[in-house]
């Protein structure tokens, strides 16, 4: 069985754990997470299962949305409400101030990650430092805030739905959005609701056999090139198929008899091989 599954992580457990749990429970061989999530945050976690893990990479490119809550009361060692508290906030700043700092965001930026976070230092990951007391500063990374929707500012908090490019940290928007208001701040919940294609509302989440996606529906947004027998061998083998009249970009690819092969990229009018599942 190959394909991939929507889970719906909960707080307090990680991504790992997840992922543990659905390959005992199941019975795999090969189970790995598409993005991961932090022990405080809950939604969406992709598992791509066997075969499908050839492909996470398309699914780590993917753009995200979120469902964010922010307390502007204090800031935390992570960014998060998991953390301990560094520094309590003088002021409260105004429902007005927030909503124009929080509108600012949208668009291209460099962003700071978070010092606990799973980007990698010399092999071991920023958190791990982060607990023993070393404070890794990774360079800024480009960024885009799509859109941010579903405002919502009570007294000293917000919660707002984002629409976010790869890489991403929502943390660390809710510790700029502090900075830039003259106080500490602090993300107290986060909800991951979409991924690329999927989102909550696809189905219903559940972790039993059946309701495993196919590798190729994962990729529905893509075109379909049909293939006869001599250029799919040719295909396969990682050889370049002449493809005319294709535009240029990715591709589901399918031999003769309908079998989904894999993805392919056209340059050119030529068609080559990406991934063979």
Known sequence: MDGFLLCEKTIGISSNHLVQNVKKKLKLKKVGHL????????????????????FSSYFLEADKKYFAKINFAFSTNTDDAFGEVLHKSKIIPK??????????????????????SSLKFKGKRLYKYAREGILIEKPKRKIEIFSIKNIEITKGKCSFLVHCSKGTYIRSIARDLGESLGCHAHLYYLKRVSQGNFCLKNKTITQNLKDIIPIEEAFLNYKKIKLNASDTKIF??????LNKNKTDGLYRVYDSKLNFRGLGKVIDNELKLKQLV
Do not use: C, H, W
């Open 35 to 54: 993005g991961t999530l932090d022990p405080m945050a809950e939604g969406l976690l992709i598992l791509a299962i066997n075969k499908a893990t050839k």
């Open 236 to 241: 396969v083998n990682g050889g370049r198929v």
């Open 95 to 116: 429902k007005k101030d927030i909503k124009l700092a929080i509108d600012s965001l949208q668009g291209i930026s460099f962003q700071k990650p978070p010092y606990f």
